[in-house]
């Protein structure tokens, strides 16, 4: 443990009562979110060190972090945790309380409306969040802290997404995103070689070879397993290179064949029909799951690898992510 955290523990220590009352307000006010008491404890307690750290040699004191603990905006900060978790039902309230704020925000900022457009739909993909480090799934969400309202936030998050659509331009892929990635990222997957260019390639090119056959039959086994309706969402979203809004509106048409199955899987409270683009992110998450647990359960079976084999198979299934298209043979199965 760092010097700084030893100072800091007394603070916590006092702050801890405080945070289990406002953690029960928290749980009373929205008991469906099934945010834990560690998740709730974890995010005040990121706020508490860097309100204590920016204090300096001023030495913060237990009663201004109770102040700042109590000034949070603890309803949207329980809100985007349990969004964080992929709670449905906090991904309903969000829906229902900041989709048109979002999409106002998009349109008075993006100076089109296909780049607004651009901007939501990848606004929703950060949010849910798609990349998986260290076996967990990173959520924009995490970022908020409860310091301002989650409107101001989100207005931000629109903001920077804008800015990096006009960086970056909409065929470019960041690296960071490519290599951490395991949702749409591993979904445009491919197994192409290069030339071995020395001794250490030829090598390491040797290796890789032991596995690439168990690691490509494996993949087509998976996604052999998937339901008529989860390689039809896929296509759509991988082939058909549709955006999470427009598979939306086919959802909410009544001859799509997706719409039955997303209806019956619904959480959703009665009444509401609209389809968002929360939920189509959500369903192509599970679906990626699927596909991978099915990987990785060939890979030890079929082909009897150990754990430290199918890393390296998962590592092959990762490689040049910007290249081919491990779904474009999804109608043929």
Not at 45 to 50: A, D, G, Q, S, V
Not at 117 to 145: C, H, N, P
Not at 216 to 224: D, H, Q
Not at 315 to 329: K, V
């Amino acid at each position: 443990m760092k010097p700084e955290e030893k100072l800091h523990d007394p603070i916590f220590e006092e702050c801890s009562p405080l945070i289990d009352q406002l953690f029960e307000k928290c749980t009373e006010t929205a008991p469906n979110f099934e945010v834990s008491r560690p998740q709730f404890t974890a995010s005040l307690e990121k706020t508490l060190e860097r309100f204590i750290s920016s204090a300096g040699e001023d030495n913060a004191t237990a009663d201004e972090a109770k102040a700042l603990l109590e000034q949070l905006q603890l309803d949207d900060l329980f809100l985007a945790i349990a969004c964080s978790n992929g709670n449905e039902r906090a991904w309903w309230e969000f829906d229902q309380q900041h989709r048109s704020y979002l999409e106002r925000v998009a349109r008075h900022l993006a100076k089109t409306e296909a780049d607004a457009q651009d901007v939501i739909d990848t606004v929703y993909v950060e949010l849910y969040g798609t990349r998986v480090i260290d076996g967990e799934r990173i959520s924009k969400f995490a970022t908020y802290s409860g310091r301002g309202s989650l409107r101001g936030w989100l207005r931000t998050v629109v903001w920077h997404s804008l800015v990096d659509l006009h960086r970056s331009g909409h065929d470019e892929v960041s690296l960071d995103e490519m290599t951490e990635n395991v949702g749409e990222g591993m979904a445009h997957a491919n197994f192409a070689v290069a030339a071995p260019g020395g001794e250490d390639e030829m090598v390491e090119m040797i290796t890789t070879d032991r596995y690439r056959t168990a690691t490509i039959r494996s993949m087509e086994t998976a996604f052999g397993s998937l339901e008529t309706h989860e390689r039809l969402l896929l296509m759509y979203y991988h082939v058909n290179n549709l955006k999470l809004r427009e598979i939306s509106a086919l959802v909410e048409d009544s001859d799509s064949p997706l719409r039955g199955w997303f209806q019956r899987r619904s959480k959703r409270p009665s009444g509401n029909t609209r389809t968002h683009e929360s939920t189509v992110m959500r369903w192509l998450e599970k679906c990626y799951a699927k596909i991978f647990q099915q990987f990785r359960e060939e890979l030890q079976g079929t082909y009897g690898l150990s754990s430290n084999e199918v890393e390296t198979c998962m590592e092959l299934a990762t490689q040049d992510l910007a290249g081919g298209d491990i779904f474009r043979n999804l109608s043929a199965i």
